[in-house]
């Protein structure tokens, strides 16, 4: 079952028409990375004291939940060159892929729940939900009800950065999502011998490359600040840009790209 739910999701994001750009220059993501974490992981419990009692663990959102399904969208290496040539404003090609690709990656969450519910098993997307909700200002920022980058982790898809970005084996350029299922899968190891190891900046006290990328300095070596970054990706950036681009949300990208994590996790020394 666990390849037949591979398959799946690859074909959906392969075959999709909303993972291309309209000129047809190509999609806006490669093929997508997947993990498997256990319902049941004392992880997403132990995430209540790391980002607040509001984030919902897998059984809350779903009655006998066993299995949190998570992928990532590998942002194209086109549009991550359009962005490293970028310092002020995201390049168009990081817009569309923002504002088109999540669309993308909400039609892949809801079909994959479909899908698993045509095979006789429940399944819900966290972020559709009822009991979803943002939250502006909590201990740590602002914060949801249930974290995709969160969720990868525990699945095994990566590390923390610096900049708060999961940085995965294809980097830190790319779209989470995750489907939890009453159909028990082998959950995915997680190898990695910390949360924060595929960052350089935590692994070995080098790089911080991304510092220097984010336009409005909101990262530092204290780490990340939200509210000044959500001000610049939601607020600063569409307005500039936005219009001109003709797509209602730009992202940023900017520390995503030109960075050592964008595309691998850094050998460093």
């Known amino acids: 079952m666990v390849e037949t739910i591979l398959a799946e999701i690859r074909r959906f994001v392969a075959e999709s028409p909303g993972n291309r750009f309209p000129d047809g220059s190509g999609p806006y993501f490669d093929a997508p990375l997947v993990g498997f974490a256990a319902a049941n992981d004392p992880l997403f419990r132990e995430y209540k004291r790391i980002i607040g009692d509001f984030h919902l663990t897998p059984a809350e959102l779903l009655g006998g939940a066993a299995t949190v399904i998570v992928w990532v969208l590998p942002v194209t290496e086109g549009t991550r060159m359009s962005n490293r040539l970028e310092s002020d404003w995201p390049s168009l090609k990081w817009s569309l892929t923002r504002s088109h690709g999540e669309t993308l990656n909400g039609a892949l969450r809801r079909h994959l729940a479909a899908y698993l519910e045509g095979l006789g098993h429940r399944a819900v997307a966290p972020q559709y939900a009822p009991a979803w909700q943002e939250f502006t200002d909590t201990p740590v920022g602002i914060a949801s009800t249930w974290s995709e980058r969160h969720a990868a982790y525990a699945a095994g898809l990566g590390t923390f950065s610096l900049s708060d970005g ?39 006290g080098t790089c911080g ?9 909101a990262i530092t070596f204290a780490g990340h600040d939200k509210a000044r970054c959500r001000e610049f990706v939601y607020g600063a950036a569409p307005r500039e840009v936005g219009e001109r681009y003709g797509v209602p949300h730009t992202g940023c990208g900017l520390c995503q790209t030109r960075v050592p994590c964008e595309a691998a996790v850094p050998p460093g020394k």
């Open 166 to 204: 999961l940085i995965t084996a294809r980097g830190i350029a790319h779209r989470v999502g995750s489907v939890i299922t009453d159909l028990a899968l082998p959950a995915t190891p997680r190898t990695a011998p910390d949360h924060r190891h595929n960052c350089l900046w935590h692994r070995e």
């Open 209 to 217: 490359v991304c510092i220097g990328r984010c336009p409005v300095g």
